[in-house]
Protein backbone atom coordinates (compact mmCIF):
# COMPACT_ATOMS: atom_id res chain seq x y z
CA UNK A 1 0.00 0.00 0.00
CA UNK A 2 2.49 2.46 1.22
CA UNK A 3 4.67 1.26 -2.06
CA UNK A 4 2.04 2.14 -4.47
CA UNK A 5 1.90 5.58 -2.98
CA UNK A 6 5.40 6.49 -3.31
CA UNK A 7 5.01 5.11 -6.87
CA UNK A 8 1.95 7.44 -7.32
CA UNK A 9 4.08 10.46 -5.95
CA UNK A 10 7.11 9.57 -8.13
CA UNK A 11 4.95 9.62 -11.03
CA UNK A 12 2.98 12.70 -10.71
CA UNK A 13 3.20 15.38 -13.33
CA UNK A 14 5.06 18.43 -12.31
CA UNK A 15 2.64 21.13 -11.58
CA UNK A 16 2.94 24.43 -13.66
CA UNK A 17 3.78 27.36 -12.37
CA UNK A 18 2.44 30.36 -13.06
CA UNK A 19 4.03 33.48 -12.43
CA UNK A 20 3.55 37.29 -14.48
CA UNK A 21 2.49 37.64 -17.93
CA UNK A 22 2.60 34.92 -20.40
CA UNK A 23 5.15 35.32 -22.16
CA UNK A 24 5.82 32.17 -24.60
CA UNK A 25 4.40 32.63 -27.94
CA UNK A 26 4.68 31.12 -31.32
CA UNK A 27 6.93 33.05 -33.48
CA UNK A 28 5.63 35.18 -36.22
CA UNK A 29 6.74 34.48 -39.33
CA UNK A 30 8.56 36.93 -41.55
CA UNK A 31 7.96 36.36 -45.68
CA UNK A 32 10.60 34.38 -47.26
CA UNK A 33 13.20 36.82 -48.59
CA UNK A 34 15.71 36.29 -51.54
CA UNK A 35 19.59 35.88 -51.67
CA UNK A 36 20.99 39.24 -52.63
CA UNK A 37 23.11 39.11 -56.10
CA UNK A 38 25.35 40.70 -54.07
CA UNK A 39 26.25 38.14 -51.81
CA UNK A 40 24.34 35.22 -53.47
CA UNK A 41 24.82 33.40 -57.16
CA UNK A 42 21.44 31.73 -58.24
CA UNK A 43 18.31 31.74 -56.87
CA UNK A 44 18.53 31.02 -52.66
CA UNK A 45 15.69 31.84 -50.27
CA UNK A 46 16.34 32.19 -47.27
CA UNK A 47 13.74 31.85 -43.87
CA UNK A 48 14.33 33.62 -40.49
CA UNK A 49 13.88 30.90 -37.82
CA UNK A 50 15.44 32.64 -34.78
CA UNK A 51 16.85 36.08 -34.15
CA UNK A 52 17.50 37.90 -30.71
CA UNK A 53 14.70 39.29 -28.70
CA UNK A 54 17.38 41.09 -26.12
CA UNK A 55 20.33 42.92 -26.41
CA UNK A 56 22.63 40.13 -25.12
CA UNK A 57 21.12 37.84 -27.24
CA UNK A 58 23.16 36.69 -30.01
CA UNK A 59 21.69 33.43 -31.73
CA UNK A 60 20.51 33.53 -35.19
CA UNK A 61 18.86 31.06 -36.88
CA UNK A 62 17.92 31.22 -40.60
CA UNK A 63 17.04 27.71 -43.04
CA UNK A 64 18.46 28.33 -46.70
CA UNK A 65 17.11 26.71 -49.80
CA UNK A 66 19.46 26.81 -52.69
CA UNK A 67 18.41 25.74 -56.31
CA UNK A 68 20.70 23.89 -58.54
CA UNK A 69 23.92 25.86 -59.00
CA UNK A 70 22.85 28.20 -56.61
CA UNK A 71 26.22 29.02 -53.79
CA UNK A 72 27.17 32.06 -51.61
CA UNK A 73 29.57 34.24 -52.13
CA UNK A 74 32.97 34.06 -50.38
CA UNK A 75 32.62 34.89 -46.72
CA UNK A 76 33.20 34.42 -42.90
CA UNK A 77 31.74 34.91 -39.64
CA UNK A 78 32.82 36.60 -37.02
CA UNK A 79 32.01 33.75 -34.42
CA UNK A 80 32.02 30.81 -36.86
CA UNK A 81 28.80 28.95 -38.17
CA UNK A 82 27.03 25.66 -37.77
CA UNK A 83 25.06 23.95 -40.84
CA UNK A 84 22.75 21.18 -40.59
CA UNK A 85 22.24 19.79 -44.09
CA UNK A 86 18.43 18.78 -44.37
CA UNK A 87 17.78 17.94 -48.23
CA UNK A 88 19.99 17.67 -51.31
CA UNK A 89 23.78 17.43 -51.24
CA UNK A 90 25.79 20.99 -49.69
CA UNK A 91 28.67 21.88 -51.28
CA UNK A 92 31.09 23.62 -48.93
CA UNK A 93 34.61 24.99 -49.98
CA UNK A 94 37.23 26.37 -48.01
CA UNK A 95 40.35 28.63 -49.38
CA UNK A 96 42.71 25.86 -48.31
CA UNK A 97 41.17 23.41 -51.32
CA UNK A 98 39.10 20.67 -51.21
CA UNK A 99 35.39 20.81 -51.00
CA UNK A 100 33.08 19.16 -48.38
CA UNK A 101 29.57 17.11 -49.54
CA UNK A 102 27.28 17.20 -46.98
CA UNK A 103 24.32 15.18 -46.88
CA UNK A 104 20.52 15.61 -44.48
CA UNK A 105 21.43 14.68 -41.10
CA UNK A 106 25.13 16.03 -41.71
CA UNK A 107 26.63 19.08 -39.75
CA UNK A 108 29.14 21.28 -40.51
CA UNK A 109 31.14 23.49 -38.44
CA UNK A 110 33.41 26.66 -39.65
CA UNK A 111 35.58 28.06 -37.01
CA UNK A 112 35.76 32.43 -36.62
CA UNK A 113 36.80 33.70 -39.42
CA UNK A 114 37.47 31.09 -42.11
CA UNK A 115 36.47 32.04 -44.90
CA UNK A 116 34.52 29.75 -47.23
CA UNK A 117 31.60 29.22 -49.13
CA UNK A 118 28.74 26.65 -49.42
CA UNK A 119 25.91 26.35 -52.17
CA UNK A 120 23.98 23.45 -53.83
CA UNK A 121 25.09 21.03 -56.45
CA UNK A 122 24.32 21.73 -60.36
CA UNK A 123 21.76 18.93 -60.26
CA UNK A 124 19.44 19.27 -57.06
CA UNK A 125 18.05 21.73 -54.66
CA UNK A 126 19.61 22.19 -51.63
CA UNK A 127 18.87 22.91 -47.94
CA UNK A 128 20.34 23.73 -44.99
CA UNK A 129 19.93 25.64 -41.20
CA UNK A 130 22.64 28.28 -40.58
CA UNK A 131 23.13 28.94 -36.89
CA UNK A 132 25.55 31.70 -35.54
CA UNK A 133 25.97 33.90 -33.08
CA UNK A 134 25.95 37.86 -33.92
CA UNK A 135 29.38 40.02 -34.04
CA UNK A 136 29.20 42.95 -31.23
CA UNK A 137 27.97 44.89 -34.01
CA UNK A 138 25.30 42.37 -36.31
CA UNK A 139 26.60 44.22 -39.11
CA UNK A 140 29.83 41.98 -38.40
CA UNK A 141 28.32 38.82 -38.32
CA UNK A 142 29.06 37.91 -41.55
CA UNK A 143 32.34 39.29 -43.90
CA UNK A 144 31.05 39.18 -47.30
CA UNK A 145 34.43 38.68 -50.31
CA UNK A 146 34.13 38.14 -53.61
CA UNK A 147 31.89 35.79 -55.66
CA UNK A 148 32.63 32.33 -55.98
CA UNK A 149 33.35 31.92 -59.92
CA UNK A 150 31.31 29.10 -62.31
CA UNK A 151 35.28 27.37 -62.89
CA UNK A 152 35.64 27.15 -59.00
CA UNK A 153 32.59 26.02 -58.61
CA UNK A 154 32.73 23.92 -61.10
CA UNK A 155 35.83 22.20 -60.29
CA UNK A 156 34.33 21.61 -56.47
CA UNK A 157 31.33 20.17 -58.00
CA UNK A 158 33.12 17.53 -59.85
CA UNK A 159 36.03 17.05 -57.12
MN1 LIG B 1 28.82 30.48 -44.00
Given amino acids: MNAVRVASV ?3 RPRLRRHGKVTVNIEPKPPTTKGPAATFTGDVYIDAIASPH ?31 VTEGV ?21 PP ?8 T ?8 AMLENGDDPASTTTWLEHVTDSQYGNSAQA
Fill in 10 to 12: AWR
Fill in 54 to 84: DADQRMVVVRVRFAPGARTAWHSHARGQTLH
Fill in 90 to 110: ALLGTREGGVIRARPGDTIYT
Fill in 113 to 120: GQEHWHGA
Fill in 122 to 129: PQDFMEHL
